[in-house]
């Protein structure tokens, strides 16, 4: 797909990885559709990339199913036609499932802590994924969608909500690239390994060292090198339906 004047739906698009994808997908000649919960960072960045193409902002939670619905009829009424959505939009709420000590049990991973991260994750990639198949489908536009895994997806100690979720979302890219060829539709995947963005900066330097050294590579990814995946992946007509692992060769 030729990105020049496609309109693309970049969920958590407001900050971290969306807004890199926003940025790299804009210097290609793409329209935006930013959809974030925080509405106060979504409006600077929509100031920010409107230098630079058509973007309008769209402060909804996607764990909504008629906040999403009606957010993809504002999207259609506002440029007419969606091409791509990236479901970037999640959260992590990490704990292990039980602690115990000398035989007893201490603490639980609460349900609230688990399907919190499931229902942004997993439920609402499946509602933005929903509406916007159905908006490409009714517009009678080609369309690319691509959900936002993770290396946690092969299991991960402290992460059985996010693990899940992220198992999840990729298990259904490949699902829907099955089900929506038919209609012009493609769908993957990107697995990030351990990305540098505010989280990471904030760790101490020996955390960061001995986070680095697990990584083949030898560093930590770079928001720029998940955008370019995303780009490669819509512009490439023959993806479908794969799970990009893009992390440096780390294995969990
Ligand atoms: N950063 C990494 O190293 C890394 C690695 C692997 C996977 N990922 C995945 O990449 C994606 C982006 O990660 P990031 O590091 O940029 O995170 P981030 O926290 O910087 O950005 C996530 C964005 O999603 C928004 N969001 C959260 N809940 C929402 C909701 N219910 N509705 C709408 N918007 C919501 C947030 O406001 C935020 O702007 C996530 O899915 C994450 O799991 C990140």
Redesign the pocket.
């Known amino acids: 797909m030729d990105l020049k004047d496609k309109v693309v739906v970049i ?8 807004y890199a994808m926003a940025e790299n997908l804009a210097a290609a000649g793409a329209k935006l559709a930013l ?4 509405q106060e ?1 979504l409006e600077k960045a929509c100031a920010n990339l409107g230098a630079t193409t058509e973007v309008q902002g769209y402060a ?4 909504d199913e008629e906040d999403v619905f009606s957010g993809f009829q504002f999207i259609k009424e506002d440029f007419g036609q969606v091409n791509v959505l990236i479901n ?5 709420r990490d704990g292990l499932m039980l602690k115990a000590k000398e035989g007893q049990v201490i603490d639980r991973m609460s349900y609230d802590q688990f399907q919190s991260v499931i229902n ?2 997993l439920t ?1 990639t499946f509602l933005c994924g929903r509406e916007a198949a159905a908006a490409m489908i009714e517009t009678g536009q080609e369309g690319v969608i691509i959900n ?5 997806k092969a299991g991960n100690m402290g992460q059985s909500n ?1 693990s899940a979720s ?1 198992a999840g979302v990729a298990a259904m890219s490949v699902g829907w690239a099955k089900e929506l060829a038919r209609h012009n539709i493609r769908s993957a995947a990107v ?5 540098e ?4 900066a904030a760790m101490k330097p020996e955390a960061l060292e001995r986070l680095e050294k697990m990584v083949p590579v030898g560093r930590l ?1 770079q ?1 720029e090198e998940i955008a370019s995946t995303i780009r490669f992946i819509i512009e490439n007509d023959y993806v479908n339906g794969r799970v990009f692992e893009i992390d440096g060769g780390i294995r969990l």
């Open positions: 969920t958590g698009g407001a900050g971290g990885l969306g959809i974030d919960v925080d960072k909804l939670d996607i764990t970037n939009a999640g959260i992590l942004v994750n609402g936002i895994s993770s290396l946690a996010y992220k697995a990030p390994g351990v990305i963005t505010e989280m990471t990814g928001a």
